[in-house]
């Protein structure tokens, strides 16, 4: 088995994220830190912690991370998660019989990857300030990552504004760190990928008939409804378990090796991602950027695992 850590902020699609890698034997969840994000930091700690309790794996130790962005103030928080970032429903998932990791989330991550005995598969599907924050602070601990799998950034354009996806956008300082100057294999999976991956009402309500599953997609009716609007189609975008997706089956996503950018200036493009096609570059750091995957065996693995989970 492999082991993860997985970074959150959860958020709907975290939800999802979360309860798929529970559900997946080929990794071995090591700890779940907390980041601000969809929400803000104190809500997607209880999510979290929640999402834990639902899942029945509170021996995970979940660690709360950074509360803002490392430089420059998030300029708003997710409009399509609810108010509480699971659509309102939070309240429903189980109370946590045990609290948040005394440790902060670098913490967690700086102990968690000393003490592995293989390379860890970290996959942040927030803001990246943790990751940043780590990389900083504890460079030695770069080789005991094999893998970073981010969900973050769009190709194409944004989600959150017509360049920037939500995730880059909320710390593109961060971002730029982590995907232009730090010399760890990365992955990213960006949005032109996940809306490829979306699932319709009929898979949710499959997801839903049963177990951990029906309290999951009851957490779906705001993120739902943003599609909805949005759209005029019911179903969602499950973003980040696609990202998790990968890390439980490397390959399971077709990858291109690309040198990329973070736009970090204040113009329509901050918090874009540049991605550099030209066939030849100076740029060191090159990040597996995932372009292509069978979509209907994305959908159709997520679907399975999540429908094993009691
Ligand atoms: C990303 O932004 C968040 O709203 C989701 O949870 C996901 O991580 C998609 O752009
Ligand atoms: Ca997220």
């Not at 997946?24 to 700890?31: A, H, I, N, R």
């Amino acid at each position: 088995t492999t082991p993860l850590i997985i970074d959150t902020d959860p958020g709907v699609d975290d939800a999802f994220a979360l309860a798929l890698a529970v559900a997946s034997p080929e990794v071995e969840l090591l700890g779940v830190t907390t980041v601000f994000g969809n929400v803000g930091l104190e809500r997607t700690t209880q999510n979290a912690l929640r999402l834990r309790a639902l899942l029945g794996r509170e021996d995970v130790p979940v660690a709360a991370g950074a509360d803002r962005p490392l430089v420059h103030p998030q300029p708003h928080l997710s409009t399509a998660h609810g108010s509480d970032g699971l659509s309102g429903f939070a309240h429903t998932l189980p109370e946590p019989t045990t609290g948040v990791d005394e440790r902060d989330a670098v913490s967690l991550l700086r102990e968690l990857l000393e003490a592995a005995d293989r390379p860890v598969t970290v996959v942040p599907i927030g803001p990246l300030t943790n990751i940043a924050a780590l990389l900083a602070a504890h460079p030695r601990l770069k080789p005991k990552i094999g893998r970073l799998v981010i969900m973050g950034g769009g190709i194409g354009g944004g989600n959150v504004t017509a360049r920037a996806e939500f995730n880059l956008w909320s710390d593109p300082e961060a971002a730029r760190r982590v995907l232009v100057e730090e010399d760890v294999p990365t992955t990213l999976v960006t949005v032109d990928l996940t809306w490829r991956c979306a699932v319709d009402g009929a898979w949710l309500e499959r997801v839903g008939r049963a177990g951990a599953g029906r309290a999951l997609v009851g957490l779906t009716p705001d993120y739902r409804e943003s599609y909805r609007r949005s759209l005029g189609w019911d179903g969602m975008a499950l973003h980040d378990a696609v990202a998790v997706a990968e890390a439980v089956r490397p390959g399971l996503l077709r990858t291109t090796r690309y040198p990329v950018e973070v736009d970090c200036a204040f113009g329509p493009s901050r918090g874009g991602l540049v991605v550099d096609q030209r066939l030849t570059t100076d740029q060191a750091k090159k990040v597996d950027v995932a372009t292509d995957a069978d979509l209907d065996e994305v959908r159709a693995f997520i679907l399975d695992r999540l429908t094993t989970l009691s």
